[in-house]
């Protein structure tokens, strides 16, 4: 395949002008959206105006004046319609660790009679560490259960009490048939808590339609809401009645400035808050969701789908001896909106690629990942990427950067 080729696909492309809708750094081959969204064009301005104007002059008003007090809800109504939900069942808060916890927490001290907490080995790590000091705090109540890939359905039985999952993971992009797993819990009365974070912005989610209840994910990934900005979480409108938040802030309070001695729960999905929401980063995440305004999802879909094939097409043609192996499934409706490979010496070949101005990951122990944006990300970028990585894996520049000492954040 030509690279004037893709410079056709661009120009033909339903989402070719979303790519002004991003500030991006010029000459760089950014495949980091999955990990760390690109600048909306219309964030640095406004934020600079929310600081001096709604802070620095409207000080607390603005918490009514510029509808602070309802910023995490209506961030929440926004991200709704990209994860196949409705107004009123997401909110934004705290990270996605937190929401985990908040959401787990309540579930585990709802449960009756079951003791397995059922999560995967190859789940994103802090899904894991929340869990395990979940486990510890209800003491003997609970044991946590590590499927192993494979196995995940045959560990769900009718003592769980709870099931923790990514629908894509971190590592291989493998994603999850969310709908079946879910109604495999539900048949045995199963609660189940779906993390979507590598999936929301970029591949299909129905939840309502799936009959998923409770769900958590990061806004700074796809979603493009900026380095640490708040997560969300989901609870489907026919859950949140029978939903008692085990953390009690006086944000999910039913009557918030009535400043009452004891707790009594809000009522709708506010109940998943805590504390005061941070408005800054808010405000980001309202214009990295909005980057989405007027696009199809479908259309956002079967570019990443495209633009993955791609990569893997031309890795397949330009490294024909296998000296890289795809750790991702080759099938399009396996995979996240990610393509990785595996590598021995992963660490350096990502370093190599940085070096060529090619923005990867790298993923312990041996994952070379390349996130696949598919609002800013163009077929010759593709192109351009899998020559240099071509280039690096024929030339072994690679082995350049052996000695590299491991960066602590990768
Ligand atoms: C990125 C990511 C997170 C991030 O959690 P934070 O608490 O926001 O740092 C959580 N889960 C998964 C699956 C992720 O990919």
Redesign the pocket.
């Known amino acids: 395949m030509e690279r004037a080729a893709c410079e056709r696909l661009d120009r033909e492309c339903p989402l070719a002008n979303c790519r002004e809708r991003f500030s991006l750094p010029e000459g760089v081959l950014y495949f980091d959206g999955n990990?760390l969204g690109a600048l909306p064009r219309t964030a640095a301005a406004d934020i600079d105006r929310v600081v001096r104007e709604e802070w620095g002059q409207g000080l607390i008003e603005s918490w009514l004046d510029a509808d602070w007090f309802y910023l995490a809800r209506e961030a929440g109504d926004e991200i709704a319609p990209l994860i196949g939900a409705s107004a009123g069942e997401v909110i934004v808060a705290d990270?996605?660790?937190?929401?985990?916890f908040k959401l787990a927490a309540s579930l585990l001290r709802q449960s009756e009679g079951r003791s397995r907490v059922v999560t995967e080995r190859v789940?994103?790590p802090?899904?894991i560490y929340i869990l395990e000091g979940l486990v510890d705090l209800f003491e003997t109540r609970f044991d946590l259960v590590l499927a192993e890939p494979g196995d995940l359905a045959g560990s769900i039985d009718n003592d769980t009490a709870l099931v923790v999952l990514?629908h894509?993971n971190?590592r291989t992009g493998a994603m999850h048939d969310m709908a079946a797993i879910t109604a495999h819990c539900r048949e045995r009365g199963v609660p189940v808590i779906w993390?979507l974070?590598?999936s929301a912005g970029a591949v299909p989610l129905a939840l309502n339609q799936w009959g998923v209840e409770y769900a958590?994910?990061?806004t700074?990934?796809f979603l493009n809401g900026g380095p640490?900005a708040p997560?969300y979480i989901y609870v489907a409108e026919s859950a949140i009645a029978a939903f008692e938040p085990a953390m009690t802030g006086w944000f999910s309070h039913a009557n918030q400035f009535g400043f009452e001695d004891r707790y009594r729960s809000a009522e709708g999905i506010e109940k998943c808050l805590v504390g005061t929401p941070p408005i800054l980063s808010l405000r980001a995440v309202m214009h990295g969701v909005r980057c989405f305004d007027g696009l199809a999802m479908d259309d956002v879909v079967r570019k990443s789908r495209r633009l993955s094939e791609l990569l893997i097409r031309l890795v397949d043609e330009g490294l024909p001896g296998g000296s890289l192996a795809l750790a991702s499934p080759r099938e399009p409706a396996k995979r996240g909106s990610q393509v990785s490979f595996r590598h021995a010496h992963a660490y350096p070949v990502s370093k190599a690629l940085r070096a060529a101005n090619v923005v990867v990951d790298f993923r312990e122990p041996d994952i070379l990942r390349f996130g696949i944006a598919p609002l800013y990300m163009r077929y010759v970028d593709v192109w351009d990427a899998a020559d240099a990585l071509v280039r690096v894996m024929t030339t072994e520049s690679w082995k350049a950067h052996m000695s590299d000492t491991p960066d602590p954040v990768t």
């Not at 990270?95 to 985990?100: E, H, L, P, R």
């Open positions: 990990s990270s996605t660790s937190v929401n985990q789940n994103f802090t899904n990514t894509v971190f993390d974070s590598h958590v994910g990061c700074y990934k640490g997560a």
